[in-house]
């Protein structure tokens, strides 16, 4: 089933209506429940197609996507070689940032020899420290 089609028939359920003959659910049908409503209109807005921003459009093809055995091989292999995080993100379709933080997870790089900031940390490397952060208000 395609990803319009099922929203469709996700609207139409959570607005009580039956999405095959369009017809209205009787009061004492469950998608007349108050939870049952709020929660189609939950899973609805959480389905819903979201275009895709400019930069993940433009993204390598497995960014993102789960690091299996032999690509952790080939990416410690090259690293050992001497190759440069950019030359392998391009080769294993990465970003430079995901080659990096693998590299740290594997203990090759530390997060003060990333050229790349980790998001998920509160340390910063020292391409980024110069870099103030302001909290939104």
Avoid: C
Wanted: proline share 8%; charged share 30%.
């Amino acid at each position: 089933m395609d990803e319009t089609k099922a929203v469709a028939i996700l609207s139409a359920l959570a607005n009580g209506v039956n999405p095959s003959t369009g017809e209205i659910f009787p009061p004492e049908s469950p998608y007349q429940q108050v939870d049952v409503v709020r929660a189609l209109f939950a899973a609805l807005e959480r389905f819903r197609v979201r275009p895709r921003s400019k930069s993940r459009a433009n993204a390598p093809s497995n960014a993102g996507k789960p690091w299996g055995d032999e690509e952790d091989r080939r990416l410690l292999a090259a690293f050992d070689l001497g190759r440069a995080p950019l030359e392998i993100a391009r080769e294993l379709g990465r970003t430079v940032a995901g080659i990096e933080a693998r590299l740290e997870r594997h203990g090759r790089l530390t997060a003060h020899e990333r050229t790349t900031m980790n998001r998920f940390s509160r340390e910063q490397s020292p391409a980024t420290q110069s870099v103030q952060r302001v909290p939104p208000d």
